[in-house]
């Protein structure tokens, strides 16, 4: 009786044991997938998402990425995605997150949960060295390029430009280069590494036709995985290892002063 009683309690101690890392983590942070953390990024939007050399994905985003992914003992799965396909990826559970460059807007937070503000830049305005558009002033009448269904794109309506889209903004910067429109909205990181990178003869006006910070997305539902995201980020940041994995690509910190934080769910 004895053996049998001792049994039965090592049975019950048993099940009460989690099987495994990864079951614990699809429990608290809601993944689609024990252990594993699908991310959404395009791979074509540097320096936010790249090829590098060998043809492996580089950039801002996985580079926060995977460090995210290490700090929640979670295997970092990337998913390619076009970017006017993302929102709807997301609503239909196709992968956990998305770390695509997306700004951060109050439309947006009505549909999507955003996590904190990871990176903080604008709009600005590419250029030819030689041409009359001189700032966002100048842009109406102009047949100006932006990726599909991004803010850049409404900013050029907003102004009154003539708008031509794109999948992304490689191919407008190169339209633009060809002489095929006028200029280009898009990120101000994203315009100077691809006009560094590109090696074209181009240039960004002065000013800025927007100041934004973005935030990686979630749908709604997954309090636990944003703010599993939010902590390792802002440890990250405190330790100096945000700051490591970034400045190179771009030169320097572009954390936020002030962190756009995530809206209660």
């Known amino acids: 009786m004895k053996i049998k009683h001792f049994l039965r309690i090592a049975t019950v101690l048993a099940a009460m044991i989690p099987l495994g890392h990864a079951s614990a983590a699809d429990a608290k942070l809601e993944l689609l997938q024990p252990g594993k953390l699908s991310v959404a990024t395009e791979g074509t939007d540097p320096p936010f998402s790249m090829r590098s050399a060998d043809g492996k994905l580089d950039g801002l985003e996985i580079r926060v990425l995977k460090e995210i992914a290490k700090r929640l003992d979670l295997e970092y799965a990337p998913v390619i995605t076009k970017w006017d396909s993302i929102l709807v990826g997301l609503q239909a559970n196709q992968f956990d997150m998305s770390s695509a460059a997306m700004d951060i807007t109050p439309a947006r937070q009505k549909a ?41 794109a409404q900013l050029a309506v907003d102004h009154g430009a003539t708008l031509k889209n794109y999948i992304d903004v490689t191919a407008a910067v190169q339209d633009l280069a060809n002489g095929n429109i006028d200029g280009v909205i898009n990120d101000s990181i994203g315009n100077a590494f691809l006009i560094k990178d590109m090696h074209l003869p181009l240039q960004q006006t002065p000013d800025y ?57």
């Not at 955003?114 to 109406?140: C, H």
């Open 209 to 265: 036709v927007s100041k934004i910070q973005k935030g990686f997305a979630f749908k709604k539902g997954k309090p636990n995985l944003t703010a599993a995201v939010n902590k390792a980020l802002a440890d990250m940041v405190a330790d100096g290892t945000y700051a490591k994995l970034v400045t190179p690509i771009v030169g320097y910190d572009p954390y936020p002063k002030d962190p756009v934080r995530t809206l209660p769910q």
């Open 112 to 152: 999507i949960v955003f996590s904190d503000g990871w990176i903080e830049s604008g709009g600005r305005i590419i250029i030819p060295m030689k041409t009359d558009i001189k700032s966002a002033e100048d842009l109406k009448g102009k047949r100006i390029g932006a990726q599909v269904s991004s803010t850049y």
